[in-house]
């Protein structure tokens, strides 16, 4: 769900960019600023490198992000007429997110190209830019290095104290958000305890914090379209996993965010998590002395199946993407571990499936879970998405030396055609 520049600007709740929208910012006269730029038209696809458009990504996304709209004239930086903009294929779609990796640096993800539908013929295009923790973004221009930055309606490039505060920022930005995620990860440890059986702890939040939205939905409601997305990927298994465990119709408000409490508090599945204001999520979930999948025998409390590791992957992934559908936030940093604390010291141990002790039993090398930490960018559709939940849960089964996942792949069935989203 967007709430882009242009909506701010015109007075619009969240939602999709119309082509009635570009008609009332040339209607109202709606003027350039610093989230916000008109063009005419795109540079064709071959130009587009070399294009200043690239100038203005950099510059938007070292400021606070923005949008860039192509297919409307201007007069003193007013929206005055509508002009065609020219045709977002697909290969231009990969062109724009190839020239932002490798002519900026670092690299710009999450700029979305936006085709938006037109009632007229006359196509307007939209360049929707997210703000960057990673800034200061150079381009290379004339045999330099410059950091572009966008100031009121024009853009210029940073002086050396600008460079200083904005590296500056981003040192300590890093600093301060892997503490607030380390903060969501111990929480939701301590909500569920660990001292009685292994739990395996998850928390994720964006890199570049946006102004609050407020959701389309409400938190029952992520949370569900968040199951559903989970009990696609995970189409092998039914109805295994933390968000199947949560009362999610009982969410009760904390701080700067709402809490999802237990389905059934005390039960060997119990499970907890949290979706905050700023688009943070937190998740913990009971793995150890869950019943065997097929004898429905209890496991010991410290013993783990290594399908959870993969249902449990795949739900905290799958609510980052529901929570991400409702706000522009850009990249997410994750982590995913394992936390025990047993008074027999007993370090916990991981069951493969289909396996009967004691083969199956697996152990990392040095007993203890390392907590596996990674980089996404939720914006993609959830059929693409997958690929990350894929990749966290082959990083966790590899450190207790598992190859890949044996429910969770990019092989999905077809998606339901009942979901609306």
């Known amino acids: 769900m967007l709430h882009t520049p242009l909506h701010r600007a015109l007075g619009e709740n969240p939602g999709p960019l119309t082509d009635q929208m570009i008609d009332d910012a040339v209607a109202s006269g709606t003027e350039e600023g610093d989230e916000l730029d008109w063009k005419k038209a795109l540079p064709s696809e071959k130009e587009f490198r070399d294009s200043d458009i690239v100038k203005d990504i950099a ?85 330099t290095f410059g950091a572009p930055l966008r100031t009121g ?118 499970a907890h998590a949290a ?39 795949a739900s905290l992934l799958a609510l980052v993407h529901a929570v991400a559908f409702d706000r522009l936030v850009g990249d997410y940093e994750v982590i995913l571990g394992v936390e025990y604390e047993s008074a027999s010291s007993q370090l916990p141990e991981f069951h493969e499936r289909n396996a009967a002790p004691p083969y199956g039993v697996h152990r990392t090398l040095s007993g203890r879970f390392r907590a596996v930490h990674a980089v996404c960018d939720p914006s993609s559709n959830d059929t693409t998405f997958i690929r990350t939940a894929v990749d966290i849960a082959t990083s966790a089964l590899n450190q207790i030396g598992i190859k890949k996942p044996s429910i969770l792949s990019t092989m999905l069935q077809r998606r339901p055609r009942e979901w609306t989203w």
């Open 59 to 143: 510059a938007f996304t070292n400021a606070a992000g923005g949008i860039i709209i192509f297919g409307l004239t201007e007069t003193g930086r007013a929206a005055d007429g509508r002009t065609d903009a020219g045709e977002l294929t697909e290969s231009y779609e990969r062109t724009i997110r190839k020239v932002c990796m490798a002519a900026i640096t670092p690299p710009v993800f999450g700029v979305q190209a936006i085709a938006i539908p037109s009632t007229t013929g006359t196509r307007a295009v939209a360049l929707v830019i997210p703000a960057s923790s990673d800034g200061p973004h150079l381009i290379y221009r004339n045999d």
């Open 153 to 270: 309606a024009d853009t210029h490039w940073m002086n050396e104290r600008q460079l200083e505060a904005a590296y500056r920022s981003r040192f300590e930005g890093a600093r301060r958000g892997e503490q607030v995620l380390q903060q969501i990860y111990a929480d939701l440890a301590s909500a569920v305890g660990t001292s009685d059986r292994a739990v395996l702890v998850g928390a994720a939040r964006p890199r570049t914090l946006r102004p609050r939205v407020e959701p389309r939905d409400g938190v029952a409601s992520i949370a569900d379209q968040a199951s559903m997305v989970a009990r696609w990927w995970l189409s092998g298994l039914r109805s295994y996993g933390p968000l199947e465990d949560l009362d999610i119709y009982h969410a009760r408000p904390t701080l700067s965010g709402h809490y999802l409490p237990p389905k059934d508090p005390g039960h060997s599945r119990e």
């Open 275 to 313: 979706i905050f204001d700023d688009g943070s999520v937190g998740l913990s979930w009971r793995a150890g002395g869950h019943e065997h999948e097929h004898t429905g025998a209890p496991y010991m409390p410290y013993q783990i199946p290594t399908i959870a590791v993969e249902a449990f992957a």
